[in-house]
């Protein structure tokens, strides 16, 4: 495949920036309809929002099954990705900036929040893997995880909660229950957790 620069989904606020900035980091699954929808209820609360497609290089979502695409991944290649993203939507208008991500990207938004520069706040949904990298993040960092998860051990979702105490966790939530029209989805979990991070965000961002 030839090389292309870092495809990406932008959602805007209608005014005028500079406005506060959130790169939104995709699950596993690749870019979705359901992340399309999140990048556009941030613009709807006045945050710029911005989604790179973190597996381009492999053919962009769907080339290959979600192991192989994620396996390709080198983490200081994504974290340049994310920065890159955050540097295009500077450029668009945001002043300071966020991250969030989901599932694999909830992984890559506490890794950004470890290793990355330039954020002012991180987000992170269920992300897989923290556990064994529990270092100290640089900006403020909201985790949320589903005490029902089949993928990450309840011992690992502890041994985060016990080293970040800015963790939430939702006893009867399972992965993915912020993934709307999905099985998944857990209303009462999704609906407390927006709110928690519009009002994370809110602090940290604005």
């Keep these: 495949m030839p090389p292309i620069s870092l495809p990406y989904f932008v959602a805007l606020p209608e005014k005028s920036g500079p406005w506060p900035g959130v790169v939104v980091i995709h699950e596993g699954g690749g870019i979705s309809p359901q992340l399309l929808r999140l990048c556009q209820r941030l613009a709807a609360e006045g945050y710029g929002a ?3 497609d973190l597996f381009f290089r492999s053919g962009g979502t769907e080339a290959g099954d979600f192991a192989s695409l994620m396996g390709a991944l080198v983490p200081e290649q994504v974290l340049a990705d994310v920065a890159l993203a ?23 938004a506490w890794y ?16 897989g893997g923290i556990a064994d990298d529990l270092g100290e993040p640089t900006c ?8 029902k998860d089949p993928y990450i051990p309840p011992s690992d979702i502890e041994r985060v909660a016990l080293h970040h105490p800015d963790t939430i966790v939702y006893p009867e939530a399972t992965h993915g229950f912020m993934r709307d029209g999905s099985e998944s989805f857990d209303q009462e979990a999704a609906g407390d957790a927006w709110a928690r991070t ?9």
């Design 86 to 108: 955050a540097d295009t939507l500077r450029g668009l208008g945001a002043g300071r900036m966020g991250v969030t991500g989901f599932c694999m990207g909830g992984r890559y």
């Design 50 to 52: 911005i989604a790179p």
């Design 140 to 147: 403020p960092t909201l985790l949320f995880f589903g005490g």
């Design 198 to 206: 519009l009002t994370f965000f809110g602090e940290h961002l604005r």
């Design 112 to 127: 950004t929040a470890l290793h990355g520069h330039g954020f002012a706040a991180a987000v992170g949904f269920y992300g």
